[in-house]
């Protein structure tokens, strides 16, 4: 298990940027995938982007060219860029790992941080 901590929330005009952070507690390099998830209100919780040990990324349709996963090993820090942010993004932001390549491998999740989008 690795204990997950997300920063780096808050609120932001539409068409701004925020940069989430998750910390890991250990060592992220033999964990599989790496990923953000959101909630909104009244919804469910949704992907929102993974990225593999490899690197590989991929990316809710939703915010495809805006937002950007990335992971770093040596840190143990998986960040969310979030650029041209829209009020349609508003939602608690969840890190995720998990831990083998099956889907219903065991999940680790971060307690969430807060993203609204609003004027």
């Known amino acids: 298990q690795v204990q997950l901590v997300e920063s780096g929330g808050g609120l932001v005009q539409p068409g701004g940027s925020l940069r989430l952070s998750c910390a890991a507690s250990g060592s992220i390099f033999s964990i599989p995938v790496m990923g953000w998830y959101r909630q909104a209100p009244g919804k469910s919780r949704e992907l929102v982007a993974t990225?593999?040990?490899?690197?590989?990324?991929n990316y809710a349709d939703s915010v495809k060219g805006r937002f950007t996963i990335s992971r770093d090993g040596a840190k143990n820090m998986v960040y969310l860029q979030m650029n041209s942010l829209k009020p349609e993004d508003t939602a608690v932001y969840y890190c995720n790992a998990r831990l083998g390549w099956a889907v219903y491998s065991p999940e680790c999740w971060g307690q969430g941080t807060q993203t609204t989008v609003s004027s």
């Open positions: 990225i593999t040990s490899g690197g590989s990324a």
